[in-house]
Structures are given as C-alpha cells and as structure tokens.
C-alpha cells in the first residue's frame, strides 16, 4: 500500500514537471532546472534536468552540505495535491497525507543517524 501511494505520489509530481511546475513535499522540492549538454566538440545544448532539493531547514538541522542549486525565479511552485492522488490511488485522502509525512519522518530519522538511504521514483 505504500508503494502504491508513492507511486501515485511520483506521477503527480511527473506530471507538474511537465507543465514546468516545482513541487515541494515538506523535505524538499522536485524541480526543473537548465542545464548545458556538450552534443559536439564546441557545441552545447539547453535542456532542463529534474531535480531534488533538500530543504533548508534540513539541510542546517542535520549540517549537511549540498550543492546550491537555484529554481528558476519564473517558476511556478505547488504543494501535494492529497486529493488528486488519493483520487487516483483510490485510498482516502488522509491515508495518504498520514503515508507521505510517516515516510519524510523516516527519512529524516535516516538523516540524523547517518544512514544511507535510497528512495526511487519511477
């Protein structure tokens, strides 16, 4: 069941990266930004890599170093929509809000006692 909230949790957010919209789930926020790509000698090209950005509170609360990575200004950032997830994975909307916010909890408890830990979205 849990999987099956995350995996609704990870298509929600594929979908606003989509339309080029951040989403920020309390540990952090799921983002687009530009980036170069060498294509040839001499030759780049512009594209946008998905990204994950720990939060700043986190990022001090546990002294971790990341690289500073900037949203673009232009855009636009959303919460999770509990309802359209829960929706799509047919679970109510307080069993996956509960699910999203236990996870984060674990992860951040993975975080303070060091742990190294792997998480994926498809």
């Not at 606003?16 to 919209?21: D, E, I, S, V």
């Not at 309390?26 to 946008?48: I, N, Q, Y």
């Not at 950005?53 to 855009?75: A, G, V």
């Not at 699910?99 to 498809?122: H, I, M, P, Q, W």
């Amino acid at each position: 069941e849990i999987c099956k909230i995350w995996s609704g949790v990870s298509r929600y957010i594929y979908r606003q990266l989509l339309q080029k919209t951040a989403v920020e789930i309390g540990a952090g926020t799921f983002a687009l930004v530009p980036v170069h790509a060498s294509v040839e000698e001499g030759s780049v090209l512009p594209v946008e890599r998905p990204v994950f950005i720990l939060s700043k509170p986190l990022r001090m609360f546990y002294n971790l170093e990341c690289d500073e990575i900037k949203i673009p200004d232009e855009t636009l950032t959303v919460q999770l929509d509990f309802e359209e997830i829960a929706a799509e994975t047919h679970f109510r909307r307080e069993i996956v809000e509960q699910c999203v916010e236990e996870t984060l909890l674990c992860f951040a408890g993975a975080l303070r006692d060091n742990k190294e830990v792997e998480f994926s979205f498809r």
